[in-house]
């Protein structure tokens, strides 16, 4: 029997892996840790990876870390989670028996990133892919119920139909970003063949099967709300000034600097590796986008 951590185990990625790895996997011994102690149920385990020691989780097999943020708050900051968490990984390693290592970074990940999201990522890959046995998986935007994504949309649209007749001010070139999202069932494939294998390759870009835009996801939103979505571009840089001194302040459920930086920049990349080392094609993402943003 194999014993498999998931720290981050209470996230929606978190959740997705450890229900893969209970389904696929059924003989081994699933570990599923939290440091959010107020969100804990019986199938969750206490263990703050900052604080509490590394020898109560005994030998470990495989250790996945599916811990990550989007953005910063008072409890959690890019460097902590993306940097500190790898570094500690690292160094707890030998307590709990050396196990493999499954982490789950970003698609785009660089340490060299002017993006804090992106760099912090990318360090942390880089202090894992130095050690043996370890594996980073990079997912593009995954495609869970309700995500942040799909909140924003939301969120546009509503404001653009009461207060700007259906006409939402977009910053230029935005429309235009490509983005390639995955469906939560290939990431749980990926994850097990890494559970089960050990391949040569250490470093994997997981994204679906189909290029999309924000453009295109802005006029689904509409048509499943029925609304014609006339979007007026304008300048980014004027938007930029006006999404880090008012929007981010005032109206930070909507988007923070962080975010806006995100939008443009293309999310795409090669999904042959993944298809060929998991034996079968990835899946479309077109239909959960169109029936995600219908109004229930």
Same mark, same amino acid.
């Given at each position: 029997?194999?014993?498999?951590?998931?720290?981050?185990?209470?996230?929606?990625?978190?959740?997705?892996?450890?229900?893969?790895?209970?389904?696929?996997?059924?003989?081994?011994?699933?570990?599923?840790?939290? @440091?959010?102690?107020?969100?804990?149920?019986?199938?969750? %385990?206490?263990?703050?990876?900052?604080?509490?020691? +590394?020898?109560?989780?005994?030998?470990?097999?495989?250790?996945?870390?599916?811990?990550?943020?989007?953005?910063?708050?008072?409890?959690?900051?890019?460097?902590?989670?993306?940097?500190?968490?790898?570094?500690?990984?690292?160094?707890?390693?030998?307590?709990?028996?050396?196990?493999?290592?499954?982490?789950?970074?970003?698609?785009?990940?660089?340490?060299?990133?002017?993006?804090?999201?992106?760099?912090?990522?990318?360090?942390?890959?880089?202090?894992?892919?130095?050690?043996?046995?370890?594996?980073?998986? @990079?997912?593009?935007?995954?495609?869970?119920?309700?995500?942040?994504?799909?909140?924003?949309?939301?969120?546009?649209?509503?404001?653009?139909?009461?207060?700007?007749?259906?006409?939402?001010?977009?910053?230029?070139?935005?429309?235009?970003?490509?983005?390639?999202?995955?469906?939560?069932?290939?990431?749980?494939?990926?994850?097990?063949?890494?559970?089960?294998?050990?391949?040569?390759?250490?470093? +994997?870009?997981?994204?679906?099967?189909?290029?999309?835009?924000?453009? +295109?996801? %802005?006029?689904?939103?509409?048509?499943? @709300?029925?609304?014609?979505?006339?979007?007026?571009?304008?300048?980014?840089?004027?938007?930029?000034?006006?999404?880090?001194?008012?929007?981010?302040?005032?109206?930070?459920?909507? %988007?923070?600097?962080?975010?806006?930086?995100?939008?443009?920049?293309?999310?795409?990349?090669?999904?042959?590796?993944?298809?060929?080392?998991?034996?079968?094609?990835?899946?479309?993402?077109?239909?959960?986008?169109?029936?995600?943003?219908?109004?229930?």
């Amino acid at each position: 029997m194999k014993r498999i951590a998931v720290i981050g185990a209470s996230g929606r990625l978190g959740q997705t892996i450890c229900s893969a790895i209970s389904m696929q996997l059924p003989e081994t011994e699933l570990l599923c840790l939290s @440091r959010k102690k107020a969100a804990l149920d019986e199938k969750f %385990i206490s263990f703050d990876p900052f604080t509490d020691d +590394w020898n109560i989780l005994n030998h470990t097999d495989i250790l996945i870390n599916a811990a990550g943020i989007i953005h910063e708050s008072g409890d959690y900051a890019f460097e902590e989670v993306h940097v500190r968490l790898p570094q500690l990984i690292i160094e707890n390693r030998h307590l709990i028996g050396n196990p493999k290592i499954i982490h789950i970074s970003a698609l785009g990940a660089d340490s060299t990133h002017p993006i804090a999201f992106l760099r912090t990522k990318g360090e942390g890959d880089k202090i894992l892919l130095k050690q043996p046995g370890c594996y980073i998986v @990079r997912p593009s935007i995954v495609c869970t119920p309700n995500a942040l994504l799909i909140q924003k949309l939301k969120t546009l649209l509503e404001l653009s139909s009461k207060y700007l007749f259906n006409h939402p001010f977009i910053p230029a070139d935005f429309l235009k970003t490509r983005i390639q999202p995955v469906m939560p069932v290939d990431l749980q494939e990926l994850i097990v063949k890494l559970c089960k294998e050990s391949p040569n390759n250490k470093l +994997w870009n997981l994204v679906g099967a189909e290029e999309l835009t924000f453009g +295109w996801l %802005i006029e689904q939103a509409g048509k499943a @709300r029925n609304q014609k979505i006339n979007p007026i571009e304008i300048p980014k840089n004027l938007v930029a000034v006006v999404t880090r001194n008012f929007i981010s302040v005032w109206f930070p459920e909507l %988007i923070n600097y962080e975010q806006f930086q995100l939008l443009f920049k293309d999310n795409i990349a090669d999904k042959n590796p993944v298809e060929s080392f998991i034996g079968k094609s990835v899946q479309s993402t077109r239909e959960f986008w169109e029936n995600e943003f219908k109004e229930t």
